[in-house]
């Protein structure tokens, strides 16, 4: 997970004027609903820090923003904020989580043993702990039937949990990542993680540097990585490479809220069932016989 805040500039990190500070307040709070969206998410700090940036971005009036531009907010400038408004007063915001995370329980042979005698077809890993957090907060292992977990967490993985995807015979690893040097590598060391597993295939489901150029994420910028160590998929363009190696980095986090959650919903529930309409129910009328049941 990154930890650096993205280098932003514009906005200066002294004392705000009352001005400046209702006018950050009310980018806040339209920020949080634009985060909620219809559906009321639950949306964690980071990601409410990208929706602000988003509603103060001052080329929203003048003209579109340049792909993968720095934030024209400082993150001090808006954790002072959101600490004089109040993080309680900002609803869907989840609170902050502990500084030392819950450690996985024990595995127990004697409890719900029978819960992994089935096969598992796919498995969220997720870079950030708190977009892992969000996710499930918003019940996204329920609707695509798929457990989430941290990637902190897979060294950890329990053994059982890894033989029932190799069961369940074509079982996918989705990795959701940052476009890092360390995102990108993510999928690679999670496949060395869970070892030689027969039919289990992992696949990344993050932004590389073009989706994130795509989508006008704001990027930031770290320490530029060894060249020699940074992993390069196959799939990493020369370009993006390049990108990378000047130290450049977009997370996951800057996503919208329910794109996120619409993207992430789509690609690990796989493709859908057809849907019954009138027009299919009349169809299939027309093949059932006149003194026949219709078949349920």
Excluded: K
């Excluded at 997370?251 to 009138?278: F, K, N």
Aim: aromatic letters at 4%.
């Amino acid at each position: 997970m990154i930890t650096r805040p993205p280098r932003g500039g514009g906005a200066s990190t002294g004392p705000l004027t009352r001005p400046a500070a209702r006018l950050l307040d009310a980018a806040i709070t339209r920020a949080a609903a634009r985060a909620a969206g219809p559906g009321g998410l639950r949306f964690t700090e980071r990601q409410l820090y990208y929706e602000t940036c988003r509603v103060l971005s001052p080329t929203t009036l003048l003209t579109r923003p340049p792909r993968t531009s720095a934030p024209h907010l400082r993150l001090p400038v808006f954790t002072r904020a959101l600490d004089a408004r109040g993080r309680e007063s900002v609803p869907g915001l989840l609170p902050t989580p502990p500084d030392v995370p819950p450690r996985l329980p024990a595995a127990r042979e004697d409890s719900e043993s029978d819960l992994h005698a089935y096969g598992l077809p796919r498995l969220l890993v997720c870079q950030d702990r708190s977009i892992a957090r969000m996710l499930l907060s918003n019940h996204v292992h329920v609707e695509a039937a798929c457990p989430v977990i941290a990637a902190d967490d897979a060294p950890s993985l329990d053994p059982r949990v890894v033989a029932a995807l190799e069961r369940a015979e074509g079982a996918t690893v989705h990795v959701l990542h940052d476009a890092s040097p360390e995102g990108v590598g993510l999928p690679a060391r999670i496949r060395s993680v869970l070892g030689p597993v027969p039919g289990v295939r992992v696949a990344s489901i993050g932004l590389a540097p073009r989706h994130a150029a795509a989508l006008r994420l704001p990027s930031g910028r770290g320490p530029a990585p060894d060249p020699g160590r940074m992993v390069r998929p196959p799939s990493l363009r020369p370009r993006e490479a390049a990108w990378l190696l000047r130290g450049r980095f977009a997370e996951a986090a800057a996503v919208p809220p329910p794109r996120l959650v619409r993207t992430v919903l789509r690609l690990t529930r796989g493709p859908r069932p057809p849907r019954t309409s009138v027009w299919t129910d009349l169809r299939g009328l027309r093949t059932a016989g006149f003194l026949s049941w219709p078949a349920s």
